[in-house]
Antibody, heavy 116, light 107 residues
C-alpha cells in the first residue's frame, strides 16, 4: 500500500522554526517528485513546495520563499520541510503528498500552529 | 500565477441527482487539470487527473471533461458519500494552484 505519514507539527511562537517530516512507503520513493500542501483552518488548499526525484530542483510558493526549505533523503524514503521565521499566517495542516503535478496519495496531515 | 475559479461555491442537491461542478482557469492549462474530493476531517483524495482520467479506485459515476480554460467535474448520480468539498488544481507550471473549492451539500 502506498502511504505517506507526516510528523513534526506543533505549537510555535512567531519567528520560530519547525521541521516537518514525512515517511513514505509502498512505492519507489526516488522515482517520484514529492510535495507539501497546506490548508489553513476552514480554508482551501495551498501548494507550498515540491522537490524533484534526485533533489536537484525545488519549487516554492512565493509566500514561503526564503523561509522554508524542502529536502529529501532517498536512502531513508523521507521528505522534510524546514520552516523558519514562522508567521501567524503559516498556521495550517501540512500535508505530504506523492507527486509534483498530480498529488496522490495524501498523508493525514500534521498541524502547525503559530501563535504567541 | 494561474488563477482557478470554481463555481458554484455551494451546490445543494439530493442523492440520485446529477452534479455538475465547474473550474475556469485564468489562462490555458491545456489538459493539466486535476480534481480532488475532501470530506470533513479527512485529507483530500485525487479523483481525476489530466482533465478526464479517473484515478485508481474512483467510481465510474465521476467524470471529468474540458481543456484549455474550462473544465467540468460531473457526478452522474449522487451517492450519500459524495457530499463533500471538491477542488480543482493545475500542473501546467509553477506555482501549482488550487481553486477555492465547491461545497456539495445535501438538499
Amino acid at each position: 500500500e502506498v502511504q505517506v505519514v507526516e510528523s513534526g507539527g506543533g505549537l510555535v511562537q512567531p519567528g520560530g522554526s519547525l521541521r516537518l517530516s514525512c515517511a513514505a512507503s509502498g512505492f519507489t520513493f526516488n522515482n517520484y517528485w514529492m510535495s507539501w500542501v497546506r490548508q489553513a483552518p476552514g480554508k482551501g488548499l495551498e501548494w507550498v513546495a515540491s522537490i524533484k526525484e534526485d533533489g536537484r530542483e525545488e519549487n516554492y510558493v512565493d509566500s514561503v520563499k526564503g523561509r522554508c526549505t524542502i529536502s529529501r533523503d532517498n536512502a531513508e524514503n523521507s521528505l522534510y520541510l524546514q520552516m523558519n521565521n514562522l508567521r501567524v499566517e503559516d498556521t495550517a495542516v501540512y500535508y505530504c503528498v506523492k507527486g509534483g503535478g498530480r498529488f496522490d496519495p495524501w498523508g493525514q496531515g500534521t498541524l502547525v500552529t503559530v501563535s504567541s | 500565477e494561474i488563477v482557478l475559479t470554481q463555481s458554484p461555491a455551494t451546490l445543494s442537491l439530493s442523492p440520485g441527482e446529477r452534479a455538475t461542478l465547474s473550474c475556469r482557469a485564468s489562462q490555458s492549462v491545456s489538459s493539466y487539470l486535476a480534481w480532488y474530493q475532501q470530506k470533513p476531517g479527512q485529507a483530500p483524495r485525487l479523483l481525476i487527473y489530466d482533465a478526464s482520467t479517473r484515478a485508481t479506485g474512483i467510481p465510474a459515476r465521476f467524470s471529468g471533461s474540458g481543456s484549455g480554460t474550462d473544465f467540468t467535474l460531473t457526478i452522474s448520480s449522487l451517492e450519500p458519500e459524495d457530499f463533500a468539498v471538491y477542488y480543482c488544481q493545475h500542473r501546467l507550471n509553477w506555482p501549482r494552484t488550487f481553486g477555492q473549492g465547491t461545497k456539495l451539500e445535501i438538499k
